[in-house]
């Protein structure tokens, strides 16, 4: 096993330039025909932010304190997580110009993919700051806490990304049913209500739910001044570290095919 662990970070030590070329082009790509550009990464979440309070704020401005800071803090998390899954799933097919000609490790595509969506996370975090400020939310120390569940969420995404990437080199049709699923998710989230309107016969869907212990976790930091619940936390490392195992078995297996599919 530590041979094992040894050879692959020799071997990412020696790729990690083609890792930073490839979140390079990601980022850059993104925005490359639009005018704005990387102003994007700023502007997106607060238009979605905007009109989502309008419309949302009416029925749950009272049960829910600040309603813009929470209704984003949710948001984010949702996006990196589904922005990023979806990147990695089409991320050999796209850089299959390479894959066909040279020699490289297949999961830095899908690595690169879900790091640039991860570096336009952290931008867009720069939105929930200013949006704190200028509605009053307080900062509370334990805004730090909320490294936890982030760190935690980029792990899950690295996982279902290479396990997703593995299908969609076999099934062109995941990439249907993933979108289905994301928007699945963003109804089993909380991302724009409270969670105390769910009727208690469907909680279990929401308790299932990685993404939402995640948003939980990261509206306990920011919003109410208090550590995420152990439970949630520990919930979230399962399911990160098991799908990221997961990930990296499926992927070692069919990664030699992959040529022979795209």
């Given amino acids: 096993m ?3 662990m040894h ?3 020799t071997n990412f030590k020696s ?3 083609l890792l930073t070329e490839l ?11 639009s005018v704005l550009g990387l102003f ?3 502007l997106n979440p607060l238009l979605q932010m905007i009109v989502l309070t309008i419309v949302f704020s009416t029925f749950f401005s009272r049960s829910i304190p600040n309603f813009p800071v929470y209704l984003l803090t949710g948001r984010l998390i949702l996006d990196l997580f589904a922005k990023g899954t979806s990147g990695a799933m089409t991320s050999i097919k796209i850089n299959k110009a390479i894959v066909q000609k040279i020699y490289v490790p297949k999961y830095m595509f899908p690595l690169g993919s879900i790091c640039a969506e991860f570096i336009n996370y952290l931008i867009s975090l720069i939105v929930l700051v200013l949006v704190m400020i200028v509605t009053g939310q307080e900062f509370y120390f334990t805004i730090i806490y909320a490294v936890i569940p982030i760190f935690l969420v ?7 990304g290479l396990i997703l990437t593995t299908l969609a080199t076999y099934f062109t049709d995941i990439n249907y049913l993933w979108k289905v ?3 699945m998710l963003t109804y089993l989230s909380a991302v724009f209500y409270p969670i105390d309107i769910v009727p208690k ?3 279990i869907f929401f308790k299932l739910n990685p993404i939402y212990s995640a948003i939980a976790s990261c509206r306990a930091c920011i919003l109410y001044d208090s550590f995420p619940e152990i439970k949630m936390l520990l919930y979230l490392a399962a399911c990160a570290f098991i799908s990221l195992i997961l990930g990296l078995i499926i992927f070692y297996k069919y990664q030699d095919e992959f040529i022979l599919r795209i």
Avoid at 26 to 32: A, E, F, I, P, T
Avoid at 154 to 160: P, S
């Fill in 2 to 4: 530590s041979g094992n």
């Fill in 7 to 9: 050879r692959f970070m």
């Fill in 15 to 17: 790729y990690k330039f």
């Fill in 23 to 33: 979140i390079k082009k990601d980022v850059q790509s993104k925005y490359k025909d």
């Fill in 40 to 42: 994007w990464s700023f």
């Fill in 154 to 160: 980029l792990i899950l995404t690295i996982g279902v």
């Fill in 181 to 183: 699923v994301t928007m």
């Fill in 201 to 203: 016969r469907f909680l």
